[in-house]
Nanobody
Framework: QVQLVESGGGSVQAGGSLALSCEASRYFYGMGWFRQAPGKEREGVASIYTRYGSYRTTFYADSVKGRFTISRDGAKNTVYLQMNSLKPEDTAMYYC????????????????????WGQGTQVTVSS
């Protein structure tokens, strides 16, 4: 059974930083972070696709470019999201996701491209 276990998150003031991590029960070519604020649809934040432990490509939503960094440790099947310069609008439930595929999809941050999901971790940014 596939498991994605998230950790991190919490509350921080605007301008602060938080880090999220997600450990998967096995290797996945693509992993990503998504978020969902109350009353809004789930949206892609960042995704990373890794092949053979070395080649990797990353994608970011425009709203987080330059502030968030996604990375992964292949040996631990773990993906990380470092979030800096946080804004109140970053407040949401953050979900880790994994894609069981062999190539980068056309829409690298699309919810539909990911097969497995974590339970979510709350991030709250106060002004």
């Amino acid at each position: 059974q596939v498991q994605l276990v998230e950790s991190g998150g919490g509350s921080v003031q605007a301008g602060g930083s938080l880090a999220l991590s997600c450990e998967a029960s096995r290797y996945f070519y693509g992993m990503g972070w998504f978020r969902q604020a109350p009353g809004k649809e789930r949206e892609g934040v960042a995704s990373i696709y890794t092949r053979y432990g070395s080649y990797r490509t990353t994608f970011y939503a425009d709203s987080v470019k330059g502030r968030f960094t996604i990375s992964r440790d292949g040996a631990k099947n773990t993906v990380y999201l470092q979030m800096n310069s946080l804004k109140p609008e970053d407040t949401a439930m953050y979900y880790c996701a994994a894609a069981d595929r062999g190539s980068v999809p056309r829409s690298a941050l699309a919810v539909d491209e990911f097969n497995y999901w974590g339970q979510g971790t709350q991030v709250t940014v106060s002004s």
